[in-house]
């Protein structure tokens, strides 16, 4: 199995670590045809201003989104959740938009809003989740789940091929959330 991993920006390293910390491959991703025999797709963290600029320069963006409504696995974090979700709150433009859920960035404030809880997600019980200037999920709509919450607020969502993190498991050492993405990619999740 071959991950791809977008590596324009941020914190790509770190969950290519991960995954081959599992036992599978990875691969970064900048251009169209890095996406050759890759099996599914990890958009990392970061900011998601520049990596929306950066897939656009790139002519990755309708590529992208045409893979993933085909059913390629993808997992967002952070930005990464930002660039997949269909609406952004006070923002008029999206990325990718594949995904039914309504997320507000920096939700928890820009300098201020770095922090750690351990909470439940799903059956992955007291995982550690790292939030940086994180976003969180006002709401799902569509074919889209919570979960997990914390403090009344989605911070991760699965909607068929697609899965979406506020908060960045790629910054521990705990592989569950991984795991999980790559039980998705296959067909075990
Ligand atoms: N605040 C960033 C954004 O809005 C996301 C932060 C992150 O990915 N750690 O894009």
Do not use: W
């Not at 691969?27 to 201003?49: F, H, M, N, W, Y």
């Amino acid at each position: 199995m071959k991950i791809g991993v977008l590596a324009l920006q941020g914190a790509f390293a770190e969950h290519q670590h991960a995954v081959e910390r599992l036992g599978a491959e990875t691969k970064q991703v900048r251009v169209r045809s890095d996406l050759c025999g890759v099996d599914a797709l990890i958009l990392p963290g970061g900011e998601s201003t520049v990596q929306g600029r950066l897939l656009a320069d790139a002519s990755l963006t309708q590529h992208l989104r045409g893979e993933i409504e085909g059913g390629m696995p993808v997992f967002g974090t952070c930005a990464g959740l930002i660039l997949l979700s269909k609406q952004i709150i006070d923002e008029e433009s999206v990325y990718l938009g594949t995904m039914s859920a309504v997320v507000r960035r920096n939700a928890y404030g820009r300098q201020l809003g770095s922090f750690s809880v351990t909470s439940d997600m799903g059956a992955i019980k007291d995982f550690p989740m790292v939030f940086i200037r994180a976003p969180y999920i006002e709401r799902v709509e569509g074919e889209a789940v919570a979960l997990a919450t914390v403090d009344g607020h989605i911070v991760a969502a699965r909607e068929r091929n697609m899965l979406a993190t506020s908060f960045h498991p790629e910054l521990t050492s705990d592989l569950r959330v991984h795991e999980y993405f790559l039980d998705m990619v296959r067909g075990i999740k």
